[in-house]
């Protein structure tokens, strides 16, 4: 079984999009018994909050099902236990290397890195790399334009 954890700041918008798109992706594939998928925080700013209002509606317009949630944060067992550990953005990464210290086993990515390239493509710049905070932007509908396509990628690639 292939276990993915989708890390955002807070675990309210960006991962937990992620967390059910991609579910609903490997539903959708027949490969659903082959994945485990979860989402977590790298702040505890939103711990215990469900998942952020805007985000809810967007998997809604999307035909996204989802469930209740309890934003959590990411903790060292979970390097441990994930196979992949996939970011939102840069600054998703800076802050678990506080949790996790060095990616000793390069379970690390970020979701973008797995669109139409392999993994280990050098991106040169944040519009490549990053997938943009709903929270501050207001663009949820990009946020789940470049998620899908992250995930439709990492799902394409395992």
Not at 46 to 74: C, H, S, W
Not at 75 to 84: N, P
Request: with cysteine; aromatic share 10%; proline share 4%.
């Amino acid at each position: 079984m292939t276990k993915i954890l989708f890390i955002c700041h807070g675990n309210i918008c960006r991962s937990p999009m992620a967390e059910f798109i991609m579910k609903q992706l490997v539903e959708q594939a027949g490969r659903a018994d082959e994945f485990e998928i979860a989402s977590a925080a790298v702040s505890t700013e939103e711990i215990g909050n469900d998942i952020y209002p805007p985000a809810k509606r967007m998997l809604v317009t999307k035909g996204v099902p989802f469930t209740r949630r309890a934003a959590r944060q990411m903790t060292r067992a979970d390097y441990a236990y994930y196979d992949y550990i996939v970011c939102m953005d840069q600054s998703n990464l800076r802050w678990m290397n506080y949790i996790i210290g060095e990616d000793t086993a390069h379970k690390v990515t970020l979701l973008k890195q797995w669109v139409n390239a392999p993994i280990n493509d050098q991106m040169v710049n944040d519009q490549m790399v990053n997938i943009s905070d709903p929270w501050y932007t207001g663009d949820f509908a990009k946020a789940y334009n470049d998620i899908l396509q992250g995930c439709q990628g990492m799902l394409k690639q395992l």
